[in-house]
């Protein structure tokens, strides 16, 4: 049997997997009979090992749109079909995704095995919010369509579950109605921790808002970081454009090779930080930007994350209850700028309450950060843990490669009721991944 080389989008760890891959339902019972385990991979854009296994089940074959209501916004498609996709489709008829994480690159199965959240978590929830049911294949060979209404302890654990419920056939969820492709954009400095916090607040009507951090700021600087946020615009914002549903195809870049492991260090990740701030300047800026640059601005370079090297890299997601965000934060922050680690990609955002029994989300602040593998990190993030564990946080598992079974067990409170919905389960094949097998999430 012939193995191919398989990682998801950090690039670590690489392992040596057999790739099977669906085209029809026939395809899933076939394997799912004739295998006892695997995990089900969407488009590998988790970042550590939730879609790696030693055999491996591709669900981008799956790739039908199955219904349309044009009044309603409600879309049935195959778990395959990517976010992408859809967009392409339906946004010329005034049609956009309820929740977008900040590639479009990703399956609506993804979505859901995750529960993706976009920048409007505050407002519009996570896809758990947008999805009316889901279809299953179970490790039985069972399918089973679950929503609020039926099957609904499945449906809770399979929103957050990691692929562990079953393989995610198709799934029917709603899209929201807009006037153009484009963004009212607005964006503004704060200086320090406790200004970006207010401005968060202070933005809370807002649909869309995210924050970049200076993760190497220090002292008085600590925090310093620029609000973004917006809404879809208008067509009277819009009405120089020829189509104001359809913005100018953009060119794509693609990062043509693993760019060597020195080029990332402090020091360009200090200089690259400084800019980003000063560059801004005081004041608020506003402008209509298009939909791509305000929600996938990192998916205009393809394959971008050669950029971390052949080491690979990782990105530790974290979220805080909001009573204790800013202390927690202000802590966590000062130690990974002592530690002199830091991430150029560090985005903090806010959350509304969560769903879903593994689901990440909850109501507080979320902050993410890009690490290259190095000797030094993993030390660095099990201090990061035991900090977010004590402000009574969590880790995303969609962004883990490395968190232990203990502190996974000591921050996911519902992690025992999915257990129980995995046991009632049917017998036969076993979901499960590198992942569920660390955490101990398994039969
Ligand atoms: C640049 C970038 C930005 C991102 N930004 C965000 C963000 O803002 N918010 C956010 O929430 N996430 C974000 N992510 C993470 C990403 O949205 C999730 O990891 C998503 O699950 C990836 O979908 P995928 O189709 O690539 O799934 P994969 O990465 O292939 O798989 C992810 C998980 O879903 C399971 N799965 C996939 N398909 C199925 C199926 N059909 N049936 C059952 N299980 C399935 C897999 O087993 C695995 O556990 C980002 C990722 C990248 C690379």
Redesign the pocket.
Known sequence: VETTELS??GNYPRIQALMEEAQTIRDVKAHVDSTEAS?????????GD??SAPVVLS?LGLDKYLHFDDTTGSLTCQ??VLLADVIETFLPRGWFPMIS???KF??I???I??D???KNHHAEGSFYHCTDWVELMLGSGEVVRCSRHQHSELFEATFGG??LT???LAASFHLKRVESAYISFESERASNLDEIFDAFERSASWTYSMAWIDCLARGKDLGRSILMRGEHAKVADVANRANPLLPKKKLQATMPFYFPDFALNELSIKAFNWQMYHRHGKGTKRFIQDFDSFFYP?DAILRWNRLYGRRGFTQYQFVLPLATSREGLRDILTTISDAGLGSFLAVLKLFGAGRGMLSFPMEGYTLALDFPITPQLFPLLDKLDTKVLQYGGRIYL??DVRMSKEVFWASYPEAEAFMKVIQSLPKGHRFA?LQSERLGLHL
């Open positions: 998801n989008w995990i089900v991979r969407g488009n590998g854009r988790c970042y939730s879609a669900a778990a395959g994480p900040g590639t990703i399956t199965g993804g979505a095995a995750a993706v959240h976009g990691m692929g079953g393989m995610i990192l969609a962004k991944s």
